[in-house]
């Protein structure tokens, strides 16, 4: 799990939380999930009632320093974007990104977007399509491959029903096969069973580990920095109010990395 791990406070801020800029002499922190929610800005900032703080925090701070912990799936998106903002980051995992031990890894994983009513969802499958084809031919490798996929049911449930409603609004491809037909068009199978099949034929496999590991490079191309290192339990606030995260391997402030010897957490990813 990534976590923001640096800010500008006077007093150290929880880890585990995304921490912004003072507002009407407030500090606001936000957790991961909500966090995650508002980089959809400035949606997502007006959504949760910030107002236009965390906007501002992005152009107020080209370079605060920041720590992300975890080179998983967000992790290493997370970093890659803050970097991409002009934020000096630091990328810690204890085994390093796409490693086989990560829950966010392993080889493949499916990307869709049927997702019966939730329209929210399916509207951010669409969005999520688009930017992985544009980070594909950025990074020159190949990450999503169209497999589609069919859902398979004795009958109409109203979970199929309201997956093909949701996509026919947002003109999105899907198809409803009749048993006859699920027959005729996929004779390895059988339908014994199935009255009704219901096919998202854009519905794609991405390269989980591969993608993680393209992440990581462009990373570390456009200046960010990898260290591979178990974390430590506490933060330690600098004098200049800047905080200090320690690896077991290395002290990280404001200044960059310094060898340091540090109590760690049990390795995890």
Known sequence: MPQVAACAHARPCKLGVACLPPTSGKQVLVDRRTFIKATGLPVGASALGLGTSIGAAAQATPRAPVVVVGGGAFGAWTALHLREMGHRVTLVDAYGPGNSRATSGDETRQIRCGYGDRELYSRSALRAFAAWRARQEEFGVSLMMQTGRLQLAPDWTPGL??????????????EAITHDDLRKRYPQMNPEGVGIGLLEPGASVLRAKQAILAVAAAFKRKGG????????VNLASSSSGIIAF??????ITEYGLRRTASVSCPPSS
Do not use: D, N
Request: aromatic residues 0%; hydrophobic residues 45%; positive net charge.
């Open 161 to 174: 029903r309201a997956t093909q409603a949701t996509l026919g609004k947002l003109g999105v491809a899907v």
């Open 246 to 251: 320690s690896t077991s391997s290395s002290r």
């Open 225 to 232: 920095t990898v260290t591979i290192a178990a974390t430590a």
